[in-house]
């Protein structure tokens, strides 16, 4: 019995906080993200020399073959650092349909470079969430045709992955004719969202798609999204303490007066067992296929509800410089803006999580 | 990340199965919050000792099982009594914190006299902690031991003891040396609750029910040898005990079964031709409070893990009392919510929902929340154990206020 990381987990978990320790100061998140959102070419080869671009590709096709707990270490560490690198789109989600869907093909030519670094797949599975500003994209059998929201890891991907109304998922190449493409600006600029049109474009249906693959993927991206918020509020809470600990009013330290001290506490209480529920929801979506979707709401949910406390709490708790550009507490708290409102809102994911278990009135 | 417990375990896990499928049925009925067990209780008690299932760490010679601590078994036996709605051993305050604070300070004729007795449920204990004057500053209490021909005399009032009604024994702090530093002048004491001078006035909460007490000391004489630990090291022995209230407030199991109760009242509970489930609002705050029972629990097998591994368990740990206090507050105020106009019906009204329970437990919860340390003593311990933030600046003492005072007024003389 061992609840919790194993070595091998908290060995990466160290390899790639160090890493990103030297890499992606915010400094560097800064000069990436000053005019819009960009990749940071030194973080992401950092990265790549530590094989994570290839963690979830199997080890066949050049990849490490690892697991969501792995995946979710990663992302945790990412949202630590406001890494402004792809990885939930192209490193988790796409090697994830691609090996399930993928024809031998599809997965020889574009897993090995994935794994590489050499390539990136954004995917679009918005609507399987929810259908806004009526975008969504239709297979006629032959052509898709419509709009794909939100397509993650956007700017710089050679492919993408996309859902259709009927949930099956489709393989399009970047230059595949009929593709329009525009990228959406967010609040944070850490990450890179965009929009596909589709006009007749042939794409390339994933095998045996009864739309169970878009449902994991849902299922995945809510868990890196879960963890990626962990990450960002752990660094929140710790930024937090820290400037308690130095800023000096009325004579002494903010942070020894039981006003400040309590949000603080307030912080750490709530934020605390969110670190279980993610790595439990990462675990069943490896090995317990049934609980995972239900889990996979549950850390998607309340890691969003739980650190938008984090997010405003820590930044009252900087007083007004929290509120500058200038100490950057900003960019923590964009990341867990994003990370609570893509895939679901905590309100639309509960509804999901009320229906899988059978609680919601047939209609 | 493995969740298996492993052969060994999972063989014990049978056996307790099979122990309470054999003699489930000779269990108390209900939980039973009396606090003095019936006749059924304390048979089932010895039972449960004999098969190691209580008391289990506790030397034979004092009325234990006699095996080696492990967490998992524990556990396991936690669970499986859970599972089955069977209750288990005791869990009184003279088991859970007399107990263990005997073992680790009282003398071999104290261990010898009272863990037996006490560990089957002859003898019932209460707690002599707080005072009026003494709650999150416990060390402030006022209730004074003079000594007076070989003999502790006792002048004072205690609050919230909870089972001073039935109890035999007491545990009590009491002030033995008025001269010394608050936290170095008491003593920890045990005493007949038959003893002449002690009243007990039943204490009525906001549930309606007198779930506590107010004791009253009038010049109650306790023999000089009824101390735990020496005189003045109270502070010391009580904190030694206040280790051991390991849990009793942050069961993740209780919050399961809570959560459990909870979806079937609102599939039950009828509303025009659906039921409140069908309350799209209401639905909402369920899944919000079911995700967070899940954290707990998850947290809680983080600990359990932590602590097989001899970590202590830190942040983990910290927020348990604040966090499954808080979460089963809420879990009793979305049942009541649930019941809408029906929710304000208590006192054995007619329509009433199970028994007025929710209404009990919304109210008792908030209790739970203020008792055995509250939200905001829990949040100073988050912030200053678990995030190491500093200490509250201490004010500066009255005496050395005096003191200060005194020579400061001295010198001035000495200068004129």
């Given at each position: 019995?061992?609840?919790g990381l194993s070595q091998d987990q908290q060995m990466l978990r160290d390899a790639i906080s160090r890493t990103l320790a030297d890499t992606c100061p915010l400094d560097h998140v800064r000069e990436c993200t000053e005019d819009r959102a960009s990749f940071s070419d030194k973080v992401c080869s950092a990265l790549g020399e530590l094989g994570i671009w290839g963690m979830m590709v199997p080890e066949q096709y050049g990849g490490l073959g690892m697991t969501m707990l792995d995946a979710a270490v990663v992302a945790e560490q990412l949202g630590y650092a406001v890494a402004p690198v792809p990885f939930i789109g192209s490193h988790v989600l796409a090697p994830l349909a691609l090996a399930q869907g993928g024809s031998e093909?599809?997965?020889?030519?574009?897993?090995?470079?994935?794994?590489?670094?050499?390539?990136?797949?954004?995917?679009?599975?918005?609507?399987?969430?929810?259908?806004?500003?009526?975008?969504?994209?239709?297979?006629?059998?032959?052509?898709?045709?419509?709009?794909?929201?939100?397509?993650?890891?956007?700017?710089?991907?050679?492919?993408?992955?996309?859902?259709?109304?009927?949930?099956?998922?489709?393989?399009?190449?970047?230059?595949?004719?009929?593709?329009?493409?525009?990228?959406?600006?967010?609040?944070?600029?850490?990450?890179?969202?965009?929009?596909?049109?589709?006009?007749?474009?042939?794409?390339?249906?994933?095998?045996?798609?009864?739309?169970?693959?878009?449902?994991?993927?849902?299922?995945?991206?809510?868990?890196?999204?879960?963890?990626?918020?962990?990450?960002?509020?752990?660094?929140?809470?710790?930024?937090?303490?820290?400037?308690?600990?130095?800023?000096?009013?009325?004579?002494?330290?903010?942070?020894?007066?039981?006003?400040?001290?309590?949000?603080?506490?307030?912080?750490?209480?709530?934020?605390?067992?969110?670190?279980?529920?993610?790595?439990?929801?990462?675990?069943?979506?490896?090995?317990?296929?049934?609980?995972?979707?239900?889990?996979?709401?549950?850390?998607?949910?309340?890691?969003?509800?739980?650190?938008?406390?984090?997010?405003?709490?820590?930044?009252?708790?900087?007083?007004?410089?929290?509120?500058?550009?200038?100490?950057?507490?900003?960019?923590?708290?964009?990341?867990?803006?994003?990370?609570?409102?893509?895939?679901?809102?905590?309100?639309?994911?509960?509804?999901?999580?009320?229906?899988?278990?059978?609680?919601?009135?047939?209609? | 990340?493995?969740?298996?417990?492993?052969?060994?375990?999972?063989?014990?896990?049978?056996?307790?199965?099979?122990?309470?499928?054999?003699?489930?049925?000779?269990?108390?009925?209900?939980?039973?919050?009396?606090?003095?067990?019936?006749?059924?209780?304390?048979?089932?008690?010895?039972?449960?000792?004999?098969?190691?299932?209580?008391?289990?760490?506790?030397?034979?010679?004092?009325?234990?099982?006699?095996?080696?601590?492990?967490?998992?078994?524990?556990?396991?036996?936690?669970?499986?009594?859970?599972?089955?709605?069977?209750?288990?051993?005791?869990?009184?305050?003279?088991?859970?914190?007399?107990?263990?604070?005997?073992?680790?300070?009282?003398?071999?004729?104290?261990?010898?006299?009272?863990?037996?007795?006490?560990?089957?449920?002859?003898?019932?204990?209460?707690?002599?902690?707080?005072?009026?004057?003494?709650?999150?500053?416990?060390?402030?209490?006022?209730?004074?031991?003079?000594?007076?021909?070989?003999?502790?005399?006792?002048?004072?009032?205690?609050?919230?003891?909870?089972?001073?009604?039935?109890?035999?024994?007491?545990?009590?702090?009491?002030?033995?040396?008025?001269?010394?530093?608050?936290?170095?002048?008491?003593?920890?004491?045990?005493?007949?609750?038959?003893?002449?001078?002690?009243?007990?006035?039943?204490?009525?909460?906001?549930?309606?029910?007198?779930?506590?007490?107010?004791?009253?000391?009038?010049?109650?004489?306790?023999?000089?040898?009824?101390?735990?630990?020496?005189?003045?090291?109270?502070?010391?022995?009580?904190?030694?005990?206040?280790?051991?209230?390991?849990?009793?407030?942050?069961?993740?199991?209780?919050?399961?079964?809570?959560?459990?109760?909870?979806?079937?009242?609102?599939?039950?509970?009828?509303?025009?031709?659906?039921?409140?489930?069908?309350?799209?609002?209401?639905?909402?705050?369920?899944?919000?409070?079911?995700?967070?029972?899940?954290?707990?629990?998850?947290?809680?097998?983080?600990?359990?893990?932590?602590?097989?591994?001899?970590d202590p368990g830190g942040m983990a740990k910290l927020i348990v009392k604040l966090q499954s206090c808080e979460l089963a507050h809420q879990i009793s105020a979305l049942a009541i919510d649930a019941m809408g106009e029906m929710g304000i019906l208590y006192h054995g009204s007619e329509r009433e929902r199970e028994g007025g329970a929710w209404q009990w437990n919304y109210m008792f919860q908030l209790g739970l929340i203020i008792g055995g340390g509250t939200a905001q003593i829990q949040k100073n311990i988050i912030a200053e154990r678990g995030l190491e933030m500093p200490r509250e600046p201490k004010l500066a003492k009255p005496a050395a206020v005096e003191q200060a005072t005194k020579v400061a007024s001295g010198q001035?003389?000495?200068?004129?």
């Amino acid at each position: 019995m061992d609840f919790g990381l194993s070595q091998d987990q908290q060995m990466l978990r160290d390899a790639i906080s160090r890493t990103l320790a030297d890499t992606c100061p915010l400094d560097h998140v800064r000069e990436c993200t000053e005019d819009r959102a960009s990749f940071s070419d030194k973080v992401c080869s950092a990265l790549g020399e530590l094989g994570i671009w290839g963690m979830m590709v199997p080890e066949q096709y050049g990849g490490l073959g690892m697991t969501m707990l792995d995946a979710a270490v990663v992302a945790e560490q990412l949202g630590y650092a406001v890494a402004p690198v792809p990885f939930i789109g192209s490193h988790v989600l796409a090697p994830l349909a691609l090996a399930q869907g993928g024809s031998e093909e599809l997965k020889a030519h574009w897993l090995p470079r994935i794994a590489k670094g050499e390539a990136q797949v954004a995917v679009a599975i918005a609507q399987t969430v929810e259908i806004r500003d009526q975008s969504s994209v239709d297979f006629d059998g032959e052509k898709l045709d419509g709009t794909a929201l939100f397509a993650l890891d956007f700017l710089g991907a050679d492919a993408f992955l996309v859902v259709d109304t009927a949930g099956r998922m489709h393989f399009v190449a970047g230059d595949a004719a009929g593709l329009e493409m525009a990228p959406l600006t967010t609040i944070d600029r850490t990450r890179s969202v965009g929009e596909l049109r589709f006009s007749g474009v042939a794409g390339e249906a994933l095998a045996d798609d009864d739309g169970s693959t878009s449902s994991r993927l849902r299922d995945a991206g809510r868990v890196i999204l879960a963890a990626d918020s962990l990450g960002a509020g752990q660094a929140m809470i710790e930024k937090a303490v820290d400037y308690a600990g130095q800023r000096e009013q009325f004579g002494r330290v903010i942070g020894s007066f039981q006003a400040v001290k309590h949000m603080c506490a307030e912080m750490a209480a709530r934020h605390e067992p969110c670190r279980s529920l993610v790595w439990y929801a990462a675990h069943a979506f490896d090995t317990a296929p049934d609980e995972a979707p239900l889990m996979a709401c549950h850390a998607k949910s309340h890691t969003g509800e739980v650190h938008r406390f984090v997010a405003r709490t820590s930044t009252e708790v900087h007083g007004g410089m929290g509120f500058t550009d200038l100490l950057g507490l900003h960019f923590w708290f964009k990341r867990i803006g994003f990370d609570r409102q893509i895939l679901g809102g905590p309100e639309k994911v509960r509804a999901e999580a009320a229906a899988l278990q059978g609680w919601t009135q047939a209609a | 990340m493995d969740l298996d417990y492993g052969p060994r375990y999972d063989a014990f896990r049978e056996e307790v199965r099979q122990f309470l499928q054999t003699h489930g049925h000779r269990a108390p009925g209900g939980q039973g919050r009396a606090a003095r067990p019936s006749p059924e209780a304390v048979a089932w008690q010895k039972l449960l000792i004999q098969h190691g299932y209580t008391a289990r760490t506790i030397p034979e010679e004092y009325g234990g099982y006699g095996a080696e601590p492990d967490i998992l078994v524990s556990r396991i036996i936690a669970e499986e009594f859970s599972r089955a709605g069977i209750p288990g051993g005791l869990a009184n305050q003279g088991i859970s914190m007399l107990v263990p604070t005997l073992l680790e300070l009282g003398t071999e004729a104290q261990k010898r006299e009272w863990i037996k007795p006490t560990l089957e449920g002859e003898i019932v204990w209460c707690q002599g902690y707080s005072e009026p004057g003494a709650g999150s500053d416990l060390a402030a209490l006022k209730t004074s031991a003079r000594v007076e021909n070989g003999d502790f005399v006792i002048n004072g009032q205690k609050i919230w003891t909870s089972t001073a009604k039935q109890a035999d024994m007491i545990f009590c702090l009491v002030r033995t040396e008025p001269d010394a530093p608050k936290h170095g002048g008491i003593s920890y004491l045990i005493f007949s609750m038959d003893t002449p001078g002690i009243e007990v006035r039943p204490l009525r909460t906001m549930t309606g029910h007198a779930e506590f007490n107010e004791t009253f000391f009038t010049d109650v004489r306790v023999p000089m040898d009824q101390i735990v630990g020496q005189r003045g090291q109270g502070w010391y022995v009580a904190n030694a005990t206040l280790g051991h209230e390991r849990g009793m407030l942050g069961d993740p199991d209780a919050l399961e079964s809570r959560l459990q109760a909870l979806v079937r009242l609102m599939q039950a509970e009828q509303v025009g031709q659906g039921c409140a489930m069908d309350n799209a609002v209401l639905r909402d705050r369920l899944v919000a409070l079911q995700a967070e029972v899940a954290a707990m629990k998850f947290n809680g097998m983080r600990i359990l893990s932590n602590s097989l591994k001899g970590d202590p368990g830190g942040m983990a740990k910290l927020i348990v009392k604040l966090q499954s206090c808080e979460l089963a507050h809420q879990i009793s105020a979305l049942a009541i919510d649930a019941m809408g106009e029906m929710g304000i019906l208590y006192h054995g009204s007619e329509r009433e929902r199970e028994g007025g329970a929710w209404q009990w437990n919304y109210m008792f919860q908030l209790g739970l929340i203020i008792g055995g340390g509250t939200a905001q003593i829990q949040k100073n311990i988050i912030a200053e154990r678990g995030l190491e933030m500093p200490r509250e600046p201490k004010l500066a003492k009255p005496a050395a206020v005096e003191q200060a005072t005194k020579v400061a007024s001295g010198q001035e003389k000495g200068a004129v």
